[in-house]
């Protein structure tokens, strides 16, 4: 039961990635693996379908100015099976690539979880984070809490199989976000439904990143106010901090509330003792001077 509730609680983090979601994956085909780089569009907020997440319902109707849909409908561009005409093989290709690549790689779940994350979290799920750095376009990858973020290869490998397939059709931003829902999938989540038809965006938001992605070093009252911002409310929030049960955390992040919490030499005071303990078995005490680095969220 407790397995099934933290796949729940797991899945309901992809819904902050999802401000703007797309359809159903249905088939599957043999791939191979390449590379390639992301194209631009412009780019749009989106909604995820209420059906699948109850809990956020009331935070995911956005369009793309951040503003409730008449009615509570998903930005017009959107709708299931956005390409069952322009490119019918989009989503089986997708789900086929994370399977073949998962077998060999058990990181693509997290990674790609992790990944959609920050690339939603700013300015919607438009794809910025995949941009290099080029004239006009100060890249997101460099910002310090996208410093270790993984999976672009993966993405890059499933774009370069749908061009094989269906010349500049499918959005990044599309590929991304089924390819996430692909790996909680895989990870023991359940399947949900995504709209489709995203746009990619021409722009990186390097500053915006920098200073709006949730940081673990950051108190209650911070915390609520990034998700706020986002339209998440106190319950909301608190489930999708509850969600970090795929993928790790390094030691660095949470050290000084074992060891030194607020320079007293001692630990966090609010830590439960038996998980301290825990959690000192497994990271060692390591002084620094130096600020905490910036989250692996």
């Known amino acids: 039961m407790m397995r099934r509730v933290s796949f729940l609680v797991f899945l309901l983090c ?37 059906s699948a997440f109850q809990v956020v319902a009331g935070a995911l109707f ?68 995949l941009l290099d750095d080029a004239e006009g376009v100060d890249s997101e990858k460099k910002s310090p809490p996208n410093e270790s973020l993984k999976g672009y290869d993966v993405i890059n490998i499933i774009k370069e199989e749908l061009e094989e397939i269906c010349p500049g059709v499918v ?28 746009k990619d965006s021409r722009l990186a938001f390097a500053d915006i990143a920098t200073l709006e ?25 608190v489930t999708l901090l509850g969600a970090h049960s795929i993928g790790v955390i390094h030691c660095k992040f949470f050290n000084n509330r074992l060891h030194n919490f607020g320079r007293s030499n001692e630990p966090d005071p609010s830590l439960d003792p038996d998980f301290l303990n825990l ?8 002084s620094s001077t130096s600020p905490t680095p910036s989250p692996p969220y």
């Open 213 to 237: 992605l949730p940081s673990p070093n950051a108190d209650l009252s911070e915390t609520l106010a990034s998700f706020a911002s986002r339209g998440f409310d106190l319950r909301e929030t």
């Open 62 to 129: 956005l369009s793309d100015d951040g503003k409730l849909e008449e009615g509570g409908e998903p930005y017009r561009s959107m709708e299931y099976d956005f390409y069952r005409d322009s490119c019918p093989q989009a989503e089986g290709t997708i789900r086929a690539m994370v399977r073949y690549l998962h077998k060999s790689r058990s990181d693509v779940a997290p990674a790609l979880l992790r990944l959609v994350f920050h690339d939603c979290f700013i300015e919607g799920c438009d794809a910025s984070i």
């Open 14 to 50: 992809i819904v902050i990635s999802f401000k703007n979601q797309n359809a159903d994956t249905k088939k599957g085909l043999n791939i191979t693996t390449t590379s390639t780089t992301s194209r631009s569009f412009s780019y749009e907020y989106a909604a995820s379908d209420p």
């Open 279 to 286: 959690l000192r078995s497994k990271c060692r005490n390591i």
């Open 171 to 198: 959005s990044c931003a599309d590929i991304l976000a089924l390819a996430a829902r692909e790996g909680v999938v895989l990870a023991g989540g359940p399947f949900y439904p995504l709209y489709t038809g995203r």
